[in-house]
């Protein structure tokens, strides 16, 4: 298995509610990131989980929230966004390795209303 | 700091045309570096990649080389099809820090028949 699976591949939430994106990979990478794209624009790095610990924290809002439960399994927990959040979401993974480069899924399309 | 510069575009070119898009980079040492393509609604695909000086990235036609003495990556290739329209991402990551990717601007390709 050489993907990285994103679920949902759309959403569209109002500011009041809270969901959550859903990516997995099981190519036993150690790394796993969350990224944000708007349109025309090259994705940015929201969260790095190395070894399943948060490393790296891009000054995101804390209505963005991640979860990594297990090597496998990384979640990010929406709520109360606002209209600028929608966005392409990208997950990737990589093994840790400056070499190797990430693996990114086909992203979830998020629109907040 | 690191840092990707790519041409600007859009790029438009008729098909079997050959295409040059050009990168250069700003890092320390040796950086590994990729080119990324996304297809229109799609995440991001590794393209190619090098790790080290002199190093020539192919893949489905496409080449890239390594040249440390000007700090490039151009990403060429010697006829393309109307499939290769999308978005190409020269991007880096460091030798020194944290194991981040770092994008360019992206260039957008359009190859019309």
């Known amino acids: 298995d050489t993907e990285v699976t994103q679920t949902p591949k759309h959403l569209v939430m109002g500011m009041t509610n809270k969901k959550s994106l859903k990516c997995e990979q099981h190519?036993?990478?150690?790394?796993m990131y969350w990224y944000k794209q708007k349109a025309k624009k090259p994705p940015e790095l929201m969260f790095v989980?190395?070894?399943?610990?948060?490393?790296i924290n891009e000054s995101v809002p804390s209505r963005f929230s991640p979860e990594c439960p297990n090597s496998s399994l990384l979640n990010l927990h929406l709520h109360a966004l606002q209209p600028e959040d929608s966005a392409l979401y990208l997950c990737?993974?990589?093994?840790?390795?400056?070499?190797?480069?990430?693996?990114f899924g086909s992203g979830t399309r998020l629109t907040v209303v | 700091g690191n840092s990707v510069t790519q041409m600007e575009g859009p790029v438009t070119l008729s098909e079997e045309a050959f295409l040059t898009i050009n990168c250069t980079y700003t890092?320390?040492?040796?950086?590994?570096l990729f080119w990324y393509v996304q297809y229109p609604g799609e995440g991001l695909q590794l393209l190619l990649k090098?790790?080290?000086?002199?190093d020539k990235g192919s893949n489905k036609g496409f080449e890239a080389t390594y040249r440390k003495e000007t700090t490039s990556f151009h990403l060429e290739k010697g006829s393309v099809q109307v499939s290769d329209s999308a978005v190409y991402f020269c991007?880096?990551?460091?030798?020194?820090?944290?194991?981040?990717?770092?994008f360019g601007q992206g260039t957008r390709l359009t190859i019309n028949p």
């Open positions: 991007a880096l990551i460091p030798i020194q820090g944290a194991q981040k990717l770092v």
């Open positions: 890092a320390t040492g040796y950086p590994s």
């Open positions: 190519m036993g990478h150690r790394a």
């Open positions: 989980y190395s070894y399943e610990k948060l490393s």
């Open positions: 990737a993974s990589s093994p840790y390795t400056r070499d190797y480069g990430y693996t």
């Open positions: 090098a790790t080290k000086a002199d």
